[in-house]
Nanobody, 119 residues
């Protein structure tokens, strides 16, 4: 079992910056092999994949956040990050981190953290 504990989040002004963290614990001996990602869900909207980082460090982003958000991981600390620069009001959502053992299909989820961007 893997537990994911999120931190960061809160309220931020549009154009500011914010960093989300997601610390893994439990059976993390293979953490560096996991595909990790951030997913968000705004009220009344479907869940949206924000960013993914694979075990080889390759990343992918939703078009809506490309050039503004950066996903990264520190395998020594079993921690995933999402640096949010120049956030927009439409980035307001509950953000979840997720860990996938195979094929980037999430097996474990963080508890979620609210991000509210005010314009």
């Amino acid at each position: 079992q893997v537990q994911l504990v999120q931190s960061g989040g809160g309220s931020v002004q549009a154009g500011g910056s914010l960093r989300l963290s997601c610390a893994a614990s439990g059976s993390t001996y293979s953490y560096r092999t996991y595909c990790m990602g951030w997913i968000r869900q705004a009220p009344g909207k479907p869940r949206e994949g924000v960013a993914t980082i694979k075990s080889d460090g390759s990343t992918s982003y939703a078009d809506s956040v490309k050039g503004r958000f950066t996903i990264s991981r520190d395998n020594a600390k079993n921690t995933l990050y999402l640096q949010m620069n120049s956030p927009k009001a439409e980035d307001t959502a509950m953000y979840y981190c997720a860990a996938a053992l195979y094929d980037c299909a999430p097996n474990y989820w963080g508890q979620g953290t609210q991000v509210t961007v005010s314009s």
